[in-house]
T-cell receptor
Framework: GQQLNQSPQSMFIQEGEDVSMNCTSS?????WLWYKQDPGEGPVLLIA?????ELTSNGRLTAQFGITRKDSFLNISASIPSDVGIYFC?????????????FGKGTKLSVIP | SAVISQKPSRDICQRGTSLTIQCQVD?????MFWYRQQPGQSLTLIAT?????????ESGFVIDKFPISRPNLTFSTLTVSNMSPEDSSIYLC?????????????FGPGTRLTVT
């Protein structure tokens, strides 16, 4: 199946700083999804991207669908303590149909107050 | 969006027993899935729960170990059978609804299972 490489694996930042993380694939994705998972909770969908080059914002979050359709990034501006969690990128596995998700390994974000 | 609930939220079970996890979605959805997440790891798809037919399992997962039911468009169960400590994990229910070209998949809060 397809694989998603997500980086960085973890990051420690000061409150107020901006954050950037990305996801790359060796194959094309038609949809990119970004999730956040808090400890003890299920992943929550943050942003969905459907078109190459698309740039979408959700509050302090901005995500872009790479023009090659093989990458995506997520930016968080002016981080706050509640941004702490694990961020996953995901995309439908086109090889098995259009609905089974492949997940990256996640970026663990820690925010230092 | 879809609101998904799972029961139980957590459980501690003895080796050799079975546990059934329930998943309820607040509206009809196209597809339902079951994932497993080992501590500190990413999500791994166990199977797709098909309404009215047998579930479709991913490589490494079998029906005898993880029987799944989906009697209607809003409800599914996953049973973890003959448990061993290696089954300790978070089990997540997920639902997908296709609306035009838009694809969104939502997750339940998870069931944290510990096998002793």
């Amino acid at each position: 199946g397809q694989q998603l490489n997500q980086s960085p694996q973890s990051m420690f930042i000061q409150e107020g700083e901006d954050v950037s993380m990305n996801c790359t694939s060796s194959s094309i994705f038609n949809t990119w999804l970004w999730y956040k998972q808090d400890p003890g909770e299920g992943p929550v969908l943050l942003i969905a991207l459907y078109k190459a080059g698309e740039l979408t914002s959700n509050g302090r979050l901005t995500a872009q669908f790479g023009i090659t359709r093989k990458d995506s990034f997520l930016n968080i501006s002016a981080s706050i303590p509640s941004d702490v969690g694990i961020y996953f990128c995901a995309g439908p596995d086109s090889g098995a149909g259009s609905y089974q998700l492949t997940f990256g390994k996640g970026t663990k974000l820690s925010v230092i107050p | 969006s879809a609101v998904i609930s799972q029961k139980p939220s957590r459980d501690i079970c003895q080796r050799g027993t079975s546990l059934t996890i329930q998943c309820q979605v607040d509206s009809q959805v196209t597809m339902m899935f079951w994932y497993r997440q080992q501590p500190g790891q990413s999500l791994t798809l166990i199977a797709t729960a098909n309404q009215g037919s047998e579930a479709t399992y991913e490589s490494g997962f079998v029906i005898d170990k993880f029987p799944i039911s989906r009697p209607n468009l809003t409800f599914s169960t996953l049973t973890v059978s003959n448990m061993s400590p290696e089954d300790s994990s978070i089990y997540l229910c997920s639902a997908y609804r296709l609306a035009g070209r838009f694809y969104e998949q939502y997750f339940g809060p998870g069931t944290r299972l510990t096998v002793t």
